[in-house]
């Protein structure tokens, strides 16, 4: 079991709010309880958010603040009507539009406290079950390894901790938490996946957890070295460019640029990992609604004979300038 009080210490200072994001289940009341262990517990705020999904959310609100003045942590509570708010947004799915209004809520609860991070209860069977939901939808890398311990402002202590660990702490030392019915509804695909598929893997390798916990830190190894590929390409390219009298580019309105020839050079892969990146940083770092053909066509436009053109797709804009592209 892991020691919250050298992870806090790995990732916090001493006087630095810690932002839990908490849903009262038993992963998040798992990390509050153990939290409040630690000495760090006058620094911990317990944020929840109520989506009006579930006629057993307001009971857990108010569970919350009885528990905040049990234990006199900081609390913060904000609701939002979701499924009234998704009929003006119907591309959205109801589980899209409730992760986004949740996480605008966090990251105004990090702005309140000048806070950087936030910590979630993921743990491995969350892992697991992302890198299944994800490949199934067809994700490269970026999606089959979101979840890492660290990633962007969200820490996640338990996501190499199973499930059935966090249950047993939980109900050994008769610590109270609350559950989801709704998690147990085999046509949401994601608790299919948890209750039927996955499940099955048991019946092929006892120890299937470990071994696809193990590939997807391999794949994150990989990931990492085509980043650093993808990244030393560009700022050789930008410092190429930007030495050169023959291009006057104003580079405050612009993420980098590169030469056609020299992009053409490259393998295969890092000419598509390189339209995703650009991508990703134009898309507020997501990767969603890029696909195989979207890449395939970009790859057209880059070589095209048609000169100060531009392509976009979605928030991501390439401008052919002579032998150049910027975006």
């Known amino acids: 079991m892991i020691n919250i009080q050298d992870f806090l210490g790995k990732y916090y200072n001493p006087d630095e709010k810690i932002i839990l994001a908490c849903s009262t289940w038993p992963?998040?009341?798992?990390?509050?309880?153990?939290?409040?262990?630690?000495?760090?517990?006058?620094?911990?705020?317990?944020c929840y958010f109520n989506h009006k999904l579930r006629p057993e959310a307001n009971q857990e609100e108010k569970?919350?603040?009885?528990?905040?003045?049990?234990?006199?942590?900081?609390?913060?509570?904000?609701?939002?009507?979701?499924?009234?708010?998704?009929?003006?947004?119907?591309?959205?799915?109801?589980?899209?539009?409730?992760?986004?209004k949740r996480y605008a809520f966090l990251n105004a609860i990090l702005n309140i406290y000048n806070a950087e991070k936030i910590i979630t209860g993921h743990h491995l069977d969350d892992k697991i079950e992302t890198f299944f939901f994800?490949?199934?939808?067809?994700?490269?890398?970026?999606?089959?390894?979101?979840?890492?311990e660290k990633s962007w402002a969200i820490l996640r202590p338990?996501?190499?901790?199973?499930?059935?660990?966090?249950?047993?702490?939980?109900?050994?030392?008769?610590?109270?938490?609350?559950?989801?019915n709704t998690n147990f509804d085999t046509?949401?695909?994601?608790?299919?996946?948890?209750?039927?598929?996955?499940?099955?893997?048991?019946?092929?390798?006892?120890?299937?957890?470990?071994?696809?916990?193990?590939?997807?830190?391999?794949?994150?190894?990989?990931?990492?070295?085509?980043?650093?590929?993808?990244?030393?390409?560009?700022?050789e390219q930008w410092i190429l460019i930007f030495n050169s009298w023959k291009y006057q580019i104003n580079t405050l309105e612009i993420y980098g640029y590169f030469y056609i020839e020299d992009f053409n050079?490259?393998?295969?892969?890092?000419?598509?990992?390189?339209?995703?990146?650009?991508?990703?940083?134009?898309?507020?770092?997501?990767?969603?609604?890029?696909?195989?053909?979207?890449?395939?066509?970009?790859?057209?436009?880059?070589?095209?004979?048609?000169?100060?053109?531009i392509k976009e797709i979605k928030e991501m804009k390439l401008k052919k300038e002579n032998k150049i592209i910027i975006f």
């Open 187 to 235: 046509d949401i695909t994601r608790n299919k996946l948890r209750h039927d598929i996955i499940p099955q893997f048991a019946d092929i390798n006892s120890n299937y957890k470990t071994n696809i916990n193990n590939l997807i830190s391999y794949l994150v190894e990989v990931k990492q070295f085509i980043d650093n590929e993808v990244e030393k390409f560009l700022t």
């Open 63 to 100: 569970w919350i603040e009885e528990l905040w003045k049990k234990h006199w942590f900081k609390v913060e509570i904000a609701e939002a009507d979701i499924r009234n708010i998704a009929a003006l947004y119907p591309s959205k799915s109801l589980e899209e539009l409730a992760r986004e």
């Open 265 to 309: 050079s490259l393998s295969t892969l890092l000419q598509k990992e390189i339209i995703r990146h650009i991508y990703f940083i134009s898309n507020w770092n997501s990767t969603i609604w890029l696909s195989e053909a979207n890449i395939s066509e970009v790859i057209r436009f880059i070589n095209g004979k048609n000169n100060k053109t």
């Open 134 to 148: 994800n490949l199934a939808r067809g994700s490269k890398l970026t999606g089959l390894i979101n979840m890492t």
């Open 27 to 46: 992963d998040s009341m798992f990390l509050l309880y153990k939290i409040l262990e630690t000495t760090y517990k006058d620094n911990l705020v317990v």
């Open 158 to 180: 338990l996501i190499n901790i199973e499930k059935k660990d966090i249950l047993e702490y939980l109900n050994t030392n008769n610590l109270e938490y609350k559950i989801d």
